[in-house]
């Protein structure tokens, strides 16, 4: 498989390149809050733009590549990227909410692009008995990009400064242009920066050259609906209820961590980065425990474990309650790629139509966190919380159906 190491490397890449822009969210969800004054509700409409892609494109992404393969489905989605990331530069100018969320959907609609490829590809790209291993190994760089993206965001997005309402309705109507336009403003270098290294990306791509990958047909082949498939019917609703989860712990985290212990919003980024590096250590440490525990045994653990410390987080006070949530991280890490090889295994030939449906499962990031937001305007960001923890409840749900699995053959060629 060594003609497959640099195929690895290049799909690993993109891991990274779909989570930093995903876990940028969390930064802009109170950045643009302030500066296009906008009520939690509607600031969870920018996890909603950027998670429903997922939902409209997931199966025409998975018809895209039975058409032009794997690497025409990664290069669409790479330009498709890059062009969201430009268009962030003319939303700010216009300072119009609605078009920060087209912006953040085009963006979207590349990621489902890549995440529909890359997701399966890296699972066939060596051996089938280590295809859950390589895949968490792969989300492990999903995971350095969750941490990275929260630390710049803070740092070159964020303000630190926020108005009061009497201090807003106390400024001139001049002034208080001047400072939310100087707040939308920020996104404008970094997003132009994202899109040309993107940009650069799928440049290079198309002039390389990347195996491509057939499905096995034979005794693998099934017949019928995929919907007749149970584990991977169960494993689309529990990959829906646990993005849900996942979307809603990061997204409000800044605004929790002001809520029950008042930490200003460029140290609540700072402590989220290090909340996601757990989150990406996790990764890294769930692979190495799966040589010895199987997938599912472990998922029902790490889901049990989250649903205790987010109940702590909801019923606790100050940094405790912060430190219960960035508890949650760590026990996340797995989740994802191990309900999605749980999920797909078995398929055969069928891989990219039950990968699309996971993908489309991914639509739990943009309902989740509207609910919770709705949650918090009426009651407090805190009480909110209890949301991602019935988001862990159905996943302990499907690793418990998934326990007599001990290990994950994909039966695909390679």
């Known amino acids: 498989m060594r003609k497959n190491h640099f ?69 669409f989605g790479l330009i498709l ?43 066939v790209l060596g051996d089938p008995e280590g295809a859950t291993q390589r895949l968490n190994f792969a989300q492990s760089f999903n995971g350095l990009a969750a941490t990275t993206a929260p630390f710049l965001g803070g740092v070159f997005i964020l303000s630190g400064h926020k108005l009061s309402p009497e201090v807003q309705n106390a400024m001139s109507p001049e002034k ?4 939310l336009n100087h707040e939308a403003a920020a996104v404008q270098v970094p997003f132009l920066i994202i899109g040309a290294v993107v940009l650069l990306i799928a440049i290079f791509l198309i002039f390389t050259p990347l195996p491509e990958i057939q499905d096995e047909t034979g005794h693998t082949e099934h017949k019928g609906s995929l919907l007749t498939e149970k584990n991977l019917m169960l494993g689309v609703v529990a990959q829906f209820f646990y993005v849900g989860a996942q979307v809603c712990v990061s997204s409000f985290f800044i605004r929790f961590s002001g809520h029950v212990a008042g930490i200003e919003e460029k140290s609540a980024a700072m402590f989220l980065s290090g909340a996601l590096l757990g989150f990406m250590a996790g990764r890294f440490i769930g692979t190495f425990l799966m040589k010895y525990i199987a997938p599912s045994k472990l998922l029902a653990v790490y889901s049990m474990i989250n649903i205790i410390l987010v109940i702590a987080a909801v019923l606790l006070h100050g940094k405790a309650s912060v430190y219960a949530l960035i508890g949650v991280q ?75 699995v001990k290990k994950i053959k994909l039966s695909m060629a390679h």
């Open 7 to 75: 195929a690895v490397v290049l799909i690993v890449s993109l891991f990274f390149l779909w989570g930093f822009a995903l876990n940028l969210n969390p930064i802009l969800i109170p950045h643009l809050k302030k500066a296009c004054q906008l009520s939690d509700t509607q600031s969870a409409f920018i996890d909603s733009a950027s998670y429903i892609a997922y939902f409209l494109l997931a199966l025409p992404a998975g018809r895209f590549m039975k058409k032009f393969g794997y690497k025409g489905g990664i290069v």
């Open 81 to 123: 990227f890059a062009t969201g990331a430009f268009l962030f530069f003319p939303a700010a100018q216009e300072r119009s909410f609605l078009f920060f969320l087209g912006a953040l959907f085009i963006i979207a609609c590349g990621l489902t692009f890549l995440e529909t490829a890359a997701n399966p590809y890296i699972t």
């Open 176 to 179: 208080l242009n001047i400072y």
């Open 330 to 404: 760590f026990f996340m890490s797995i989740m994802f790629p191990t309900i999605f090889s749980l999920s797909i295994r078995g398929l055969g030939s069928r891989m990219k139509e039950g990968s699309s449906l996971l993908i489309m499962a991914i639509v739990g990031g943009a309902v989740f966190p509207v609910l919770m937001g709705r949650l918090s305007d009426r009651t407090n960001i805190q009480t909110a919380y209890l949301i991602p923890a019935v988001c862990f409840a159905v996943i302990f749900y499907f690793a418990m159906a998934n326990l007599k």
